[in-house]
Nanobody, 114 residues
Framework: QVQLVESGGGLVQAGGSLRLSCIAS????????MGWYRQAPGRQRELVAT???????TYADSVKGRFTVSRDNTKNTVYLEMNSLKPEDTAVYYC????????WGQGTQVTVSS
């Protein structure tokens, strides 16, 4: 079992920045890729960014150049640095970890005001 706890969400004005963190606990040695997803009201959950155990990253086109995903394996933590935030980035952001199964955090709200 793996537990994921996100933090760092909040309310920010357009153009601002936020940094999300997700700490993993439990059977962390079995974790491979970790990532961030988001879900806006009335929309499906969508991929934001992923980072492999070795540090390889992928990004949704909508966040490329603005968001940076990183991982500190010594702290069992994955980060999402979000810059130049837009109102359309408003969503609940979920941390994700892939092991033999897929684990999800409880989500953290990010609201970007115009």
């Amino acid at each position: 079992q793996v537990q994921l706890v996100e933090s760092g969400g909040g309310l920010v004005q357009a153009g601002g920045s936020l940094r999300l963190s997700c700490i993993a606990s439990g059977n962390i040695l079995a974790i491979g890729t970790m990532g961030w997803y988001r879900q806006a009201p009335g929309r499906q959950r969508e991929l934001v960014a992923t980072v492999s155990r070795g540090g390889s990253t992928t990004y949704a086109d909508s966040v490329k150049g603005r968001f940076t995903v990183s991982r500190d394996n010594t702290k069992n933590t994955v980060y999402l640095e979000m810059n130049s935030l837009k109102p359309e980035d408003t969503a609940v952001y979920y941390c994700n970890a892939i092991s033999r199964t897929t684990y999800w955090g409880q989500g953290t709200q990010v609201t970007v005001s115009s």
